[in-house]
T-cell receptor, first 115, second 110 residues
Framework: DTGVSQNPRHKITKRGQNVTFRCDPI?????LYWYRQTLGQGPEFLTY????????KSRLLSDRFSAERPKGSFSTLEIQRTEQGDSAMYLC?????????????FGPGTRLLVL | RKEVEQDPGPFNVPEGATVAFNCTYS??????FFWYRQDCRKEPKLLMS???SGNEDGRFTAQLNRASQYISLLIRDSKLSDSATYLC???????????FGSGTRLLVRP
Protein backbone atom coordinates (compact mmCIF):
# COMPACT_ATOMS: atom_id res chain seq x y z
CA ASP A 1 0.00 0.00 0.00
CA THR A 2 1.62 3.26 -1.10
CA GLY A 3 -0.92 5.61 0.47
CA VAL A 4 -0.66 7.70 3.63
CA SER A 5 -0.44 5.57 6.76
CA GLN A 6 -1.09 6.51 10.37
CA ASN A 7 -0.40 4.77 13.66
CA PRO A 8 -2.00 3.94 15.94
CA ARG A 9 -5.46 3.75 14.45
CA HIS A 10 -7.11 4.08 17.84
CA LYS A 11 -5.89 5.44 21.16
CA ILE A 12 -7.68 5.54 24.49
CA THR A 13 -5.97 7.49 27.24
CA LYS A 14 -6.70 9.07 30.57
CA ARG A 15 -6.89 12.80 31.01
CA GLY A 16 -3.49 14.28 31.74
CA GLN A 17 -1.49 11.66 29.85
CA ASN A 18 0.69 12.41 26.83
CA VAL A 19 0.04 10.76 23.47
CA THR A 20 2.01 10.64 20.23
CA PHE A 21 0.73 9.82 16.76
CA ARG A 22 2.76 8.99 13.67
CA CYS A 23 2.10 9.70 10.01
CA ASP A 24 3.97 8.28 7.01
CA PRO A 25 3.15 10.26 3.85
CA ILE A 26 3.17 9.13 0.26
CA UNK A 27 6.87 8.84 -0.48
CA UNK A 28 7.19 11.39 -3.28
CA UNK A 29 5.14 14.07 -1.48
CA UNK A 30 7.07 16.85 0.22
CA UNK A 31 4.10 18.51 1.95
CA LEU A 32 2.46 16.96 4.99
CA TYR A 33 -0.58 18.20 6.92
CA TRP A 34 -2.37 17.50 10.18
CA TYR A 35 -6.10 18.02 10.64
CA ARG A 36 -8.54 17.31 13.44
CA GLN A 37 -12.13 16.19 12.93
CA THR A 38 -14.92 16.00 15.49
CA LEU A 39 -18.30 14.38 15.03
CA GLY A 40 -20.54 16.13 12.52
CA GLN A 41 -17.86 18.57 11.40
CA GLY A 42 -15.42 18.69 8.54
CA PRO A 43 -11.70 18.37 9.23
CA GLU A 44 -10.00 21.46 10.70
CA PHE A 45 -6.47 22.41 9.74
CA LEU A 46 -3.84 22.17 12.49
CA THR A 47 -0.43 22.52 10.84
CA TYR A 48 1.62 21.72 7.78
CA UNK A 49 5.19 20.96 6.76
CA UNK A 50 7.12 21.44 3.60
CA UNK A 51 9.93 18.94 3.87
CA UNK A 52 11.15 19.32 7.48
CA UNK A 53 10.02 22.95 7.89
CA UNK A 54 6.78 23.63 9.77
CA UNK A 55 5.31 26.50 7.76
CA UNK A 56 1.97 27.22 9.36
CA LYS A 57 0.18 26.47 12.60
CA SER A 58 -3.49 27.01 13.37
CA ARG A 59 -4.69 28.85 16.45
CA LEU A 60 -6.31 25.51 17.30
CA LEU A 61 -2.83 24.16 17.99
CA SER A 62 -2.38 25.10 21.64
CA ASP A 63 0.99 24.90 23.38
CA ARG A 64 0.10 21.38 24.48
CA PHE A 65 0.38 20.27 20.86
CA SER A 66 3.66 19.83 19.02
CA ALA A 67 4.37 18.41 15.61
CA GLU A 68 7.67 17.43 14.06
CA ARG A 69 8.95 16.12 10.78
CA PRO A 70 12.65 15.74 11.53
CA LYS A 71 13.94 14.28 8.28
CA GLY A 72 11.25 15.48 5.95
CA SER A 73 9.66 12.04 5.76
CA PHE A 74 7.38 10.81 8.55
CA SER A 75 5.80 13.18 11.07
CA THR A 76 4.71 12.93 14.69
CA LEU A 77 2.00 14.84 16.51
CA GLU A 78 2.26 14.90 20.29
CA ILE A 79 -0.42 16.07 22.69
CA GLN A 80 0.73 16.72 26.23
CA ARG A 81 -1.56 16.70 29.29
CA THR A 82 -4.54 15.50 27.26
CA GLU A 83 -7.98 16.91 27.97
CA GLN A 84 -11.38 15.42 27.19
CA GLY A 85 -11.86 18.10 24.55
CA ASP A 86 -8.94 16.62 22.64
CA SER A 87 -11.06 13.58 21.77
CA ALA A 88 -11.31 13.58 17.99
CA MET A 89 -10.07 11.95 14.82
CA TYR A 90 -6.59 13.19 13.91
CA LEU A 91 -6.00 13.04 10.19
CA CYS A 92 -2.75 13.32 8.32
CA UNK A 93 -2.52 14.18 4.64
CA UNK A 94 0.24 14.61 2.12
CA UNK A 95 0.20 16.39 -1.19
CA UNK A 96 1.86 16.63 -4.53
CA UNK A 97 1.20 18.59 -7.67
CA UNK A 98 -1.32 16.84 -9.93
CA UNK A 99 -2.32 18.32 -13.23
CA UNK A 100 -3.46 21.83 -12.41
CA UNK A 101 -3.33 21.99 -8.63
CA UNK A 102 -1.91 20.63 -5.40
CA UNK A 103 -4.02 17.69 -4.20
CA UNK A 104 -4.10 16.33 -0.66
CA UNK A 105 -4.53 12.64 0.14
CA PHE A 106 -5.57 11.57 3.61
CA GLY A 107 -4.50 8.72 5.81
CA PRO A 108 -7.00 6.58 7.74
CA GLY A 109 -6.69 8.73 10.85
CA THR A 110 -6.00 8.13 14.52
CA ARG A 111 -9.12 8.15 16.65
CA LEU A 112 -8.34 9.53 20.12
CA LEU A 113 -10.59 9.10 23.13
CA VAL A 114 -9.61 10.89 26.33
CA LEU A 115 -11.37 9.56 29.41
CA ARG B 1 -20.30 33.43 8.86
CA LYS B 2 -18.51 30.15 8.22
CA GLU B 3 -15.78 30.21 5.60
CA VAL B 4 -17.33 27.27 3.72
CA GLU B 5 -21.03 26.54 4.13
CA GLN B 6 -23.00 23.50 3.08
CA ASP B 7 -26.52 22.23 3.66
CA PRO B 8 -26.00 19.33 6.11
CA GLY B 9 -28.90 17.31 4.65
CA PRO B 10 -29.53 14.46 4.76
CA PHE B 11 -30.62 14.15 1.18
CA ASN B 12 -32.64 10.96 0.93
CA VAL B 13 -33.10 9.91 -2.71
CA PRO B 14 -34.07 6.74 -4.59
CA GLU B 15 -31.60 4.85 -6.74
CA GLY B 16 -31.34 6.38 -10.17
CA ALA B 17 -32.20 9.90 -9.02
CA THR B 18 -30.21 13.00 -9.82
CA VAL B 19 -29.11 15.01 -6.82
CA ALA B 20 -27.30 18.34 -6.54
CA PHE B 21 -25.34 19.86 -3.68
CA ASN B 22 -24.30 23.47 -3.36
CA CYS B 23 -21.64 25.08 -1.26
CA THR B 24 -20.72 28.73 -0.70
CA TYR B 25 -17.36 30.15 0.31
CA SER B 26 -16.49 33.48 1.85
CA UNK B 27 -13.11 34.43 0.36
CA UNK B 28 -13.43 35.75 -3.17
CA UNK B 29 -9.67 35.32 -3.67
CA UNK B 30 -9.84 31.53 -3.24
CA UNK B 31 -8.11 29.64 -6.03
CA UNK B 32 -8.51 25.90 -5.52
CA PHE B 33 -11.70 23.96 -4.93
CA PHE B 34 -12.47 20.30 -4.34
CA TRP B 35 -15.17 17.84 -3.46
CA TYR B 36 -14.19 15.05 -1.09
CA ARG B 37 -16.29 12.07 -0.13
CA GLN B 38 -16.23 10.64 3.38
CA ASP B 39 -17.77 7.34 4.42
CA CYS B 40 -18.77 6.77 8.03
CA ARG B 41 -15.72 6.60 10.32
CA LYS B 42 -13.33 6.71 7.35
CA GLU B 43 -10.96 9.33 6.00
CA PRO B 44 -11.99 11.89 3.37
CA LYS B 45 -11.20 10.78 -0.18
CA LEU B 46 -10.84 13.11 -3.12
CA LEU B 47 -13.84 12.88 -5.41
CA MET B 48 -12.86 15.59 -7.84
CA SER B 49 -11.15 18.92 -8.20
CA UNK B 50 -13.30 21.80 -9.39
CA UNK B 51 -12.07 24.00 -12.19
CA UNK B 52 -13.41 27.32 -13.44
CA SER B 53 -14.50 25.71 -16.67
CA GLY B 54 -16.42 23.01 -14.82
CA ASN B 55 -15.54 19.39 -15.04
CA GLU B 56 -17.19 16.02 -15.34
CA ASP B 57 -16.14 12.56 -14.23
CA GLY B 58 -18.62 9.88 -15.21
CA ARG B 59 -21.84 10.49 -13.29
CA PHE B 60 -20.35 13.42 -11.36
CA THR B 61 -20.25 17.02 -12.54
CA ALA B 62 -18.71 19.91 -10.62
CA GLN B 63 -19.26 23.58 -11.36
CA LEU B 64 -17.67 26.73 -9.98
CA ASN B 65 -19.37 30.14 -9.99
CA ARG B 66 -16.78 32.68 -8.91
CA ALA B 67 -19.10 35.68 -9.16
CA SER B 68 -21.53 34.14 -6.66
CA GLN B 69 -18.83 32.26 -4.76
CA TYR B 70 -20.48 28.90 -4.92
CA ILE B 71 -19.54 25.41 -5.98
CA SER B 72 -21.91 22.67 -6.99
CA LEU B 73 -21.79 18.92 -7.35
CA LEU B 74 -24.29 17.02 -9.47
CA ILE B 75 -24.65 13.26 -9.18
CA ARG B 76 -26.64 11.54 -11.91
CA ASP B 77 -28.13 8.03 -11.77
CA SER B 78 -27.46 7.67 -8.03
CA LYS B 79 -26.19 4.31 -6.79
CA LEU B 80 -26.56 2.82 -3.32
CA SER B 81 -22.78 3.08 -3.04
CA ASP B 82 -22.99 6.87 -3.41
CA SER B 83 -24.37 7.07 0.15
CA ALA B 84 -21.77 9.09 2.05
CA THR B 85 -20.99 12.59 3.29
CA TYR B 86 -19.78 15.00 0.63
CA LEU B 87 -17.35 17.65 1.78
CA CYS B 88 -16.89 20.94 -0.04
CA UNK B 89 -13.28 22.07 0.30
CA UNK B 90 -11.57 25.36 -0.51
CA UNK B 91 -7.95 26.44 -0.44
CA UNK B 92 -8.70 30.00 0.65
CA UNK B 93 -5.42 31.74 0.02
CA UNK B 94 -3.28 29.28 -1.91
CA UNK B 95 -1.54 28.45 1.36
CA UNK B 96 -2.23 24.71 0.99
CA UNK B 97 -4.41 24.96 4.09
CA UNK B 98 -7.72 23.39 3.15
CA UNK B 99 -10.94 24.72 4.64
CA PHE B 100 -13.69 22.12 4.80
CA GLY B 101 -17.42 22.56 4.97
CA SER B 102 -19.30 20.47 7.52
CA GLY B 103 -20.46 18.12 4.80
CA THR B 104 -23.73 17.14 3.15
CA ARG B 105 -25.01 13.69 3.92
CA LEU B 106 -26.49 11.66 1.07
CA LEU B 107 -28.59 8.54 1.55
CA VAL B 108 -29.52 6.59 -1.56
CA ARG B 109 -32.33 4.11 -0.95
CA PRO B 110 -33.25 1.03 -3.03
Amino acid sequence: DTGVSQNPRHKITKRGQNVTFRCDPISEHNRLYWYRQTLGQGPEFLTYFQNEAQLEKSRLLSDRFSAERPKGSFSTLEIQRTEQGDSAMYLCASSGRERRQETQYFGPGTRLLVL
Amino acid sequence: RKEVEQDPGPFNVPEGATVAFNCTYSNSASQSFFWYRQDCRKEPKLLMSVYSSGNEDGRFTAQLNRASQYISLLIRDSKLSDSATYLCVVDMDSSYKLIFGSGTRLLVRP
